[in-house]
């Protein structure tokens, strides 16, 4: 994994890899096949944690409070120690799916998945699907941002701090403010 946190994916090959952890090349092309099913496998963990937020939970049953302890629990387990080589990674897979057909649509795919969940989850909430559209993608992108300047600083503490005030902006801008401008169309 020592190669992997410090070779750019662009650059990655079988001969790269074998050299740095000194086996034979064969052994990573009969293994894995594909330079492409190489990076799929390194990325594989990352977006495997992702993944397993996602899907432990039935998030249609939350309600905001636990949505808000839910969504806070997986944005502060993916700041654990080891995670900004996995960070890293993603972002550099995200940049180069639409130019390097051998990454593949993994980290764009997951992404796409966080977001489609929390749009549903709010529609669930009573909110319109174009607004619930926007809200989903308005979460999704700064915690995205937070990630990436976490995997720039290291600092978790003002990650996490961070997150919190965003958290209440989101909270009083989707149902605050929408429920304020509920009463004053009805009065």
Avoid: C
Wanted: charged fraction near 25%; hydrophobic fraction near 45%.
């Amino acid at each position: 994994m020592d190669h992997v946190a410090t070779e750019p994916l662009s650059r990655m090959t079988f001969r790269s890899l074998a050299s740095a952890l000194g086996v034979s090349t064969y052994s990573f092309v009969y293994h894995f096949g594909s330079r492409q099913e190489m990076i799929d496998a390194i990325l594989e963990e990352g977006v495997r944690q992702q993944s397993e937020a996602l899907t432990s939970v039935d998030l249609s049953a939350f309600d905001r409070a636990q949505f808000h302890d839910w969504y806070r629990e997986a944005f502060r387990a993916s700041l654990q120690d080891g995670s900004r080589t996995s960070l890293r990674l993603q972002f550099e897979a995200g940049a180069l799916e639409p130019v390097d057909p051998d990454i593949g649509q993994r980290v764009t795919t997951s992404f796409k998945a966080w977001r489609d969940l929390v749009k549903a989850w709010l529609k669930k909430q009573g909110i319109d699907t174009r607004r619930a559209g926007v809200l989903a993608n308005w979460l999704v992108d700064t915690a995205a941002g937070l990630h990436f300047g976490f995997l720039l600083t290291g600092e978790r503490t003002a990650t996490m701090a961070a997150f919190d005030v965003f958290m209440a902006a989101f909270e009083r801008e989707a149902f605050e403010d929408a429920e304020a401008r509920a009463v004053q169309a009805a009065g």
